[in-house]
């Protein structure tokens, strides 16, 4: 009854069937990777408060040279909680413009907190208005503390699509924090994530962490599966009405069958 799936035609669908569904799995896997790594990031980031911090050398790798950053962290480090101790280096600050809190435009001030060991890594100290309202006007923001000074906050990983580097108001102005660009503008070793603090100095705003879209992810990720299942049922369908005489040239024929039938019923005669 089933012996027409062993022909070309059929197992060359069989075989499209499988393959396509096999891709789905696939793909759906990888979203549920990423709905798992997505899920971890919003943990860490709802844990920060209450989780003690590490050292940041545990979590970062140690930069080699100038002008090169260390090794960007991957997803797994992204908003764990930190701390490190050094000095502030307030002659290299960076301003990042055009940044929005509450609705409001500023500016976040970057400085480089200088360690024992000559290294540095990037703090992001705040959040800060600008004079005017908008996204270039220059901010005013409480000088960096002197001394020796422990700082406390997560990792975020460099942004991407990096930013032109200008000198303006006294620091390196930039719309994008992203690391290795600023660090070949620096003049000492520059670990490759920054460090946004947890509790800011007075005059500065905390800026808020945005949780990542995991259910998206884990939304697609069915969606796959689902597909997958659908396209070998679709094919286990479609064999089933081969098997029970119902082909694609039956279903033409009786289609054009009762096309015939149709036009053979003679009409209504209308009044004169």
Known sequence: MYRFLLTPRWLAA???TVAASVIMVFLGNWQLHRYQERSAINARIDAADSTPAVPLTAVLAKPAAAGRPGAAPGEDAAWTKVTVTGRYDPTHEIQARGRSVGGAVGFEI???LLLPDGTAVLVDRGWVPSQDGDAISAPVAPPAPTGQITVVGQVHRSESRPAPLERRDGRIDTRRIAVPKLAAALPFPVYGAYVLVSDPEPGFTRIPIDHEDSWQNGGYAVQWW????MALLAYGWQARREAQGDTPKKRVDRVAEADQRMAAVPTA????
């Not at 689902?226 to 299942?229: E, I, P």
């Open 226 to 229: 689902l597909f997958a299942v």
């Open 14 to 16: 069989a075989a499209l």
């Open 110 to 112: 970057i400085t480089p």
């Open 269 to 272: 005669r209308q009044p004169d």
